[in-house]
């Protein structure tokens, strides 16, 4: 699946920094959603947009601002982050929240904090 | 608590038959999905099951036990292609609420 893509692929910044993590989805799907992949750790869901709302913020620390514009973009703001919010950054997507809805993912953002 | 364990890695041969279990504990079950992942891309849609038994979709085959918290992914015909991480994710809760096990890599040796 290639209807989700993120920018950008690889990421340096140091813990005074902020950047901005974009991900957009082009298959007309209604509720996106931000994951953490740490090396040999599960997949940690952290945000999911639904019709452009939060719905679920999964106690992530406050140096972590998502933004959802609009169905198609989620946005991730990066603030004052630490050595150990070094990870790989997915983006997803599905058509709903029904049992059975699929969620598609990007190819991810791979975050380096010095 | 919500728990969800694989095997960590796994080798297998080219041709081969390979299976992958993943057992689950979560507070609430809708669905169970597996998902393959090459290094350094996204995790791609494999199978979902709800219902209890086998779904077959070619060489990739996904089986549930819902009272057991159970399930396998089974590849057959191993190709060089398959080695890939492994990820089984179970459906809890609201607003599509995905779970992820930690993943099992999987080796594919001629």
Not at chain 1, 103 to 108: D, R
Not at chain 2, 4 to 15: L, N
Not at chain 2, 99 to 104: E, L, R, S, V
Request: hydrophobic share 30%.
């Amino acid at each position: 699946e290639t209807g989700v893509t993120q920018t950008p692929r690889h990421l340096v910044m140091g813990m005074t920094n902020k950047k901005s993590l974009k991900c957009e989805q082009h298959l007309g799907h209604n509720a996106m959603y931000w994951y953490k992949q740490s090396a040999k750790k599960p997949l940690e869901l952290m945000f999911v947009y639904s019709l452009e709302e939060r719905v679920e913020n999964n106690s992530v620390p406050s140096r972590f601002s998502p933004e959802c514009p609009n169905s198609s973009h989620l946005f991730l703001h990066l603030h004052t982050l630490q050595p150990e919010d070094s990870a790989l950054y997915l983006c997803a997507s599905s058509s709903g929240q029904g049992a059975d809805e699929t969620q598609y993912f990007g190819p991810g953002t791979r975050l380096l904090v010095l | 608590g919500q728990n969800i364990d694989q095997p960590t890695e796994m080798t297998a041969t080219e041709g081969a038959i390979v299976q992958i279990n993943c057992t689950y504990q979560t507070s609430g079950f809708n669905g169970l999905f597996w998902y393959q992942q090459h290094a350094g891309e996204a995790p791609t849609f494999l199978s979902y099951n709800v219902l209890d038994g086998l779904e077959e979709k070619g060489r990739f085959s996904s089986f549930l036990s819902r009272s057991k918290g159970y399930s396998y992914l089974l590849l057959k015909e191993l190709q060089m292609k398959d080695s890939a991480s492994y990820l089984c994710a179970v459906k809890s809760g609201g607003y599509n609420k995905l779970i992820f096990g930690a993943g099992t890599r999987l080796a594919v040796h001629p």
